[in-house]
Nanobody
Framework: QVQLVESGGGSVPSGGSLRLSCAAT????????IGWFRQAPGKEREGVAA???????RYADSVKGRFSISQDNAKKMFYLLMNSLKPDDTAMYYCAAALDSGVWWQRPLAGATYRYWGQGTQVTVSS
């Protein structure tokens, strides 16, 4: 059973930066891939970034060049560095774990690909 706990959310002005963290337990390196998702009130959940055990990454077009996903497998920690934040980035951010399989490679930013989810951390960007 994989358990995920996010942290690092907060309120920042437009143009600011935040680094979100995701602590994983019950996680086996090279077995799971990790994704970061977000959901704003009244909007659909959106996959923003994903990474697998080999370090391959995928990003949503809306965050390319601004967000960076990384991992510390020794510590079982995953990070989402968010730069040049915009008010449209305001949302609850979740990390999720999926089996690193062909399904992940086909749909790394689809929520249905992921089995385990954290409780989320709120990010608010003011204009």
């Amino acid at each position: 059973q994989v358990q995920l706990v996010e942290s690092g959310g907060g309120s920042v002005p437009s143009g600011g930066s935040l680094r979100l963290s995701c602590a994983a337990t019950g996680y086996t390196y090279m077995t799971y891939a990790i994704g970061w998702f977000r959901q704003a009130p009244g909007k659909e959940r959106e996959g923003v970034a994903a990474i697998n055990g080999d370090g391959f990454t995928r990003y949503a077009d809306s965050v390319k060049g601004r967000f960076s996903i990384s991992q510390d497998n020794a510590k079982k920690m995953f990070y989402l560095l968010m730069n040049s934040l915009k008010p449209d980035d305001t949302a609850m951010y979740y990390c999720a774990a999926a089996l690193d399989s062909g399904v992940w490679w086909q749909r790394p930013l689809a929520g249905a690909t992921y089995r385990y989810w954290g409780q989320g951390t709120q990010v608010t960007v003011s204009s």
